[in-house]
C-alpha cells in the first residue's frame, strides 16, 4: 500500500509539472499547433458569444484552453462573488465580471502564478478587476461559505483527486451557493497506458 500511494504520489508531481509546461507554452506561443482546439476557434464552437470574443483582450481569446462553455448555465447575477477554479489566462473569468458588475467580485485560482498575473493584466485590460490566488484545485485558498457561484472549465479532470476537488467546491460554496463546470468525462475506464502517461492525461 504504501508502495502504491508513493507512485501516485510520483506521478501527481509528474503530472503537475506537465500541466504547468502544456498550458503555459499554450497561454506563450497560441499560434502554435496543439492537438486540441484553443484560442477563438475553439471558444467559438463550445458557443461563445461572438461579442464576447469581440470584447476580449484578444490575448485573453488567443490563450483559451476550455472544453466547453461553463457560461451557459452559470446564472451569475450583479453582486455575486464568482471563483473560476482553473482560470488559465483569465478569458472565463473576465465574462463573469462583466455579469457580476462593479457590485460583484471574480476570485481566479490557478496552479501557475505566471497565468494569474497574465490573467490579471488581461482583466485590467479590459477595464475588469479579478482577484487571481495562486493555489491547487484540491485545497482552494478561500475561506468556507464564500463565493456565490463557482465556474471551471476542462480543469476537474486533470486532478487524480476528483473527490476531494469536489468537496473544496462545496466548502467554499454559500449555502444555496451554484456550481457550473464544463469538464471531460469519459464512459469508458481508461487505459493504464493512459493513466501512467502525464502528457496525455494533461491533455
Known amino acids: 500500500m504504501t508502495d ?8 501527481e508531481g509528474v503530472l503537475k509539472d506537465e500541466i504547468l509546461r502544456m498550458y503555459q507554452d499554450v497561454a506563450d506561443h497560441p499560434d502554435r499547433t496543439f492537438h486540441f482546439f ?6 467559438e464552437l463550445f458557443d461563445y458569444d461572438a461579442a464576447w470574443l469581440d470584447r476580449a483582450p484578444a490575448g485573453a481569446v488567443a490563450s483559451f484552453a476550455g472544453v466547453g462553455n461553463p457560461h451557459r ?21 473576465i465574462i463573469a465580471s462583466w455579469m457580476t458588475g462593479p457590485s460583484g467580485r471574480v476570485i481566479g485560482v490557478d ?3 505566471s497565468m494569474c498575473q497574465k490573467a490579471q493584466v ?24 464564500s463565493v456565490d457561484v463557482v465556474i471551471s472549465n476542462g480543469v476537474v479532470n486533470l486532478s487524480f483527486r476528483k ?14 451557493g451554484r456550481v457550473s463546470i464544463t469538464d471531460i468525462v469519459s464512459a469508458r ?12 492525461w494533461a491533455s
Open 163 to 176: 473527490r476531494t476537488v469536489i468537496q473544496e467546491i462545496f466548502r467554499v460554496l454559500k449555502p444555496g
Open 38 to 43: 484553443h484560442g477563438r476557434e475553439a471558444a
Open 122 to 145: 488581461h482583466a485590467a485590460a479590459s477595464g475588469m478587476r479579478m482577484d487571481c490566488r495562486q493555489g491547487q484545485m484540491e485545497a482552494i485558498p478561500l475561506p468556507d461559505d
Open 4 to 11: 502504491a500511494i508513493a507512485a501516485q504520489q510520483s506521478l
Open 111 to 113: 496552479l501557475n502564478p
Open 189 to 200: 475506464t481508461l487505459s493504464s497506458a493512459i493513466v501512467n502517461d502525464p502528457k496525455l
Open 73 to 93: 448555465r452559470s446564472r451569475i447575477q450583479p453582486g455575486d462573488t464568482v471563483l473560476d477554479l482553473g482560470s488559465g489566462a483569465g478569458l472565463d473569468a
